[in-house]
């Protein structure tokens, strides 16, 4: 297993209601899952534990075997190598180019220079940005600072690949660009785990989708699409929602 | 790599955050320029002591053969005379111990203490007295020990070292207080400003942090670049203030030592036993600061 969640509650706070309930969820190495629902069900808090960025109240993060409560915080840094990060925001550097977003990532773990010389151009290569090393996040579409983004998330080979609402800044067909990225890098045996709400990625892609609402999983299904409430007898590919609609 | 890396990321903060680093350059020199005051001052006491001072209290000078005074008219001390003194000396119930110093080690002594003044060349061994040199059971009784040898055949003078120079030394001492208490307020100053600047340099590197951290850079990659950062700031700072302190000395003591002579005065050089001293403080000052406001403010 890759990713183990075993009874996992998340309460940020004693008052309000947990942001996870008794999550329990096993995702396989080389998995692509669609985790869905609504702002506030509960799927950023789902990636910020697998990070070790938040820490689980009750039950356990397992990590490529490993129990994410028990990792000391020296051993944390090694963790979140051995996992891509992808925003919404993208997260570029602003001052730097295309090439020097990627290479960062290998700088600030010590990578050699010949190292960083050879992965960046074939990682830009692999989410189809060749030639466009030395422009700067502003000269880009949205889509391809998604796709640096992407790229400096992979460059250091992860096993994980977390991309919490990597469309949602995104239009429909940018964000189909994107997914054909992300489907590439599963197929070369990454774990994928992506966070949603966009019903016509899910419907189009037919991968795992786990849905969560008010921090339970109310759903688990291979190849499954994506319901959004208060449509359940939606047909996939039966149109867009708009974002937002489905609490 | 990482080294390169690192010094790239110090660079560009300095640069970054120059308004800032100036004000922690210039407030640190300020502050260690202060300690440093301090130091020298006690090194100037030190150096007024001799050798002397802490191991006696009097001095019982001997006639030589060019002396002067009315005691000495019947020329240079002999050698019965030195002995019965010394005799006489130690069956005293007031003395504790006598040591004897010859025309040579005093000059040895006085070329120790008077190195750094133009008369050291002029002055030769047979121009100094001999002396017995006296530790009193208790330092008080000087004037009985006075009393019983300032007349005996031989002796040129009987002088209490510490009446000579106590009430300079708690002058120096004063300043020395004074000098300390200015720099620890302006060293608040300085920690209180490492602190503001460190913090606002995290800030405006936030989004490379945040980075550094989701990719997996270790504590030491992302804090060390800010620590230097205020490091380096102080040690300019540290620098400034040891050469400040070695300009104030070299003109300020080099014009006193020519006007007094006869005073024991600190060299120059003797400042630069200070630099290490004030680079170790303001690195140090500069790195707990720095280390313990990351803590606060930089999440890793």
Redesign the interface.
């Known amino acids: 297993m890759m990713i183990t969640f075993d009874n996992v509650t998340k309460l940020y706070d004693r008052k309000s209601r947990p942001a996870l309930n008794s999550v329990s969820l096993d995702v396989d190495r080389g998995e692509f899952v669609f985790l869905v629902g609504a702002s506030g069900s509960g799927k950023s808090t789902f990636i910020r534990l697998i ?1 070790k960025e938040e820490h689980a109240t009750r039950g356990t993060v397992y990590v490529a075997g490993a129990n994410v409560a028990r990792i000391p ?2 051993r ?10 992808v925003f919404q925001d993208f ?1 570029l ?1 602003p001052n730097k180019t295309v090439f020097a977003n990627v290479a ?2 290998m ?7 010949a190292v960083i010389r050879d992965s960046v151009p074939e990682v830009l290569r692999t989410v189809g940005l060749e030639g466009k090393d030395s422009r700067l996040p502003h000269e880009l579409s949205g889509g391809e600072q998604q796709r640096v983004a992407i790229a ?2 992979i460059v ?1 080979k992860p096993g994980i690949l977390l991309a919490d609402e990597p469309t949602g800044n995104l239009d429909p067909t940018t964000s189909l660009g994107i997914m054909k990225v992300l489907d590439r890098i599963n197929q070369n045996g990454t774990t994928v785990v992506m966070a949603t709400h966009d019903d016509d990625i899910v419907n189009a892609m037919r991968k795992r989708v786990v849905e969560l609402r008010s921090g339970k999983i109310i759903r688990d299904e291979q190849e499954g699409i994506y319901l959004g409430e208060p449509a359940p007898d939606r047909e996939p590919g039966n149109g867009r929602l708009e974002s937002g609609v489905s609490e | ?2 080294l390169a ?1 690192v010094l790239g990321e110090i660079g560009s903060g300095l640069r970054r955050n120059l308004s800032m680093v100036v004000s922690v350059i210039l407030v640190t020199f300020v502050s260690l320029t202060f300690v440093g005051a301090a130091g020298l001052l006690q090194l100037q006491i030190g150096q007024m002591k001799g050798y002397w001072y802490d191991r006696v209290q009097v001095a019982v000078y001997l006639c030589t053969d060019n002396d002067t005074s009315a005691s000495c008219a019947s020329g240079a001390v002999t050698d019965e005379q030195r002995a019965a003194i010394e005799a006489d000396l130690r069956a005293d119930r007031y003395v504790e111990s006598v040591e004897y110093e010859d025309q040579e080690t005093a000059l040895t002594h006085f070329r120790e203490q008077f190195a750094n003044s133009p008369i050291v060349d002029s002055i030769t061994a047979g121009m100094l007295p001999e002396s017995f040199r006296v530790s009193l059971v208790d330092p008080e009784k000087y004037e009985v020990i006075n009393e019983a040898f300032s007349s005996k055949p031989g002796v040129e003078s009987v002088s209490d070292q510490r009446e000579l120079f106590e009430k300079m030394f708690t002058y120096l001492n004063l300043a020395s207080v004074a000098a300390l208490s200015i720099a620890g307020v302006m060293l608040v100053c300085a920690i209180l400003l490492i602190a503001t600047t460190i913090r606002l340099s995290a800030f405006s590197r936030r ?2 942090t ?10 030491a ?2 804090q060390l670049p800010f620590v230097l950062e205020g490091v380096i700031a102080a040690v300019i700072g540290a620098v400034l203030a040891s050469a400040a302190l070695w300009s104030t000395a070299h003109f300020f003591i080099g014009a006193l030592a020519r006007q007094y002579p006869t005073t024991a005065f600190i060299s120059s050089e003797q400042v630069l036993y200070l630099t290490p001293l004030l680079l170790v403080l303001g690195a140090l000052l500069a790195g707990v600061s720095s280390l313990l406001t990351l803590r606060r403010y930089l999440k890793v």
């Open positions: 990070m915080s020296w944390v840094p090694r963790l979140r190598r051995g996992i891509g990060v997260r550097l960062f990532a700088q600030v773990i010590g990578r050699s220079r400096r998330a250091n | 790599m990482r890396f989004r490379e945040g980075i550094m951290r989701l990719v997996g850079a270790s504590k990659v992302i």
